[in-house]
């Protein structure tokens, strides 16, 4: 059973900074786009930053010169940098991944993994 599980969420202050981390775990064959989205309370989730396997990257304009995205592929884990968080960045912070799980029959079918959400709370 492929899971992504995040953890690094917490309560800090504006102009403070986290470290989101998730982690893939199961049985793997491949791992192709990650990414990080957010939902905010009464909003839609949205794309925070993606990365792909070569590690090129793709930043929500909220995101981009504030927050960098990193990817271990050896160790199937993505990462989220945050610096000068602002209150607005209050959320739910999901992990998010296309993997290629191994299954019999040799088969390379991709799917779309959501983890659990960490909370992230920024105080004004």
């Known amino acids: 059973q492929v899971q992504l599980v995040e953890s690094g969420g917490d309560l800090v202050q504006a102009g403070g900074s986290l470290r989101l981390s998730c982690a893939a775990s199961?049985?793997?064959?491949?791992?192709?786009?990650m990414g990080w989205y957010r939902q905010a309370p009464g909003k839609q989730r949205e794309l925070v930053a993606e990365?792909?396997?070569?590690?090129?990257?793709n930043y929500a304009d909220s995101a981009k010169g504030r927050f960098t995205i990193s990817r271990d592929n050896a160790k199937k884990m993505v990462y989220l940098q945050m610096n000068s968080l602002k209150p607005e960045d209050t959320a739910v912070y999901y992990c998010?991944?296309?993997?290629?799980?191994?299954?019999?029959?040799?088969?390379?079918?991709?799917?779309?993994?959501w983890g659990q959400g960490t909370q992230v709370t920024v105080s004004s």
């Open positions: 998010n991944a296309d993997i290629v799980p191994i299954r019999p029959g040799f088969s390379f079918t991709s799917y779309n993994y």
């Open positions: 199961g049985i793997i064959r491949s791992i192709n786009a």
């Open positions: 990365i792909t396997p070569s590690s090129s990257t």
